[in-house]
């Protein structure tokens, strides 16, 4: 916790409880937006830390290529199958034709 938050933490505590001893309906209001004020402040406090949009898409952008490098036996393998398939149904069309010419 950054000492941002702490202060904020103290400052809240402080206020909520002298609100609360003022006037209860007004304690609760500070208790509640304080609270809220405290959570932004630690987010806040860690938002520089995270990796921006760039980086993100970089790094997805590596995992997808290591991905891509891992399957090209399985599509080379694919590709291998296409091309005896095609030339099967070449031959099958080519035998089809001689038959209807006959």
Wanted: aromatic share 6%.
């Amino acid at each position: 916790m950054s000492k941002r938050t702490v202060v904020a933490g103290a400052a809240w505590l402080a206020l909520t409880v002298l609100a609360f001893l003022a006037d209860p309906i007004l304690g609760a209001v500070v208790l509640i937006f304080g609270a809220i004020g405290v959570v932004m402040v630690q987010l806040a406090s860690t938002w520089d830390e995270h990796p921006d949009f760039e980086a993100r898409e970089q790094a997805r952008a590596e995992r997808r290529k290591v991905k891509w490098e891992a399957n090209a036996p399985a599509r080379d393998r694919d590709r291998e199958r296409y091309q005896a398939h095609k030339a099967r149904q070449a031959e099958k069309a080519a035998r089809a034709q001689d038959r209807a010419e006959r």
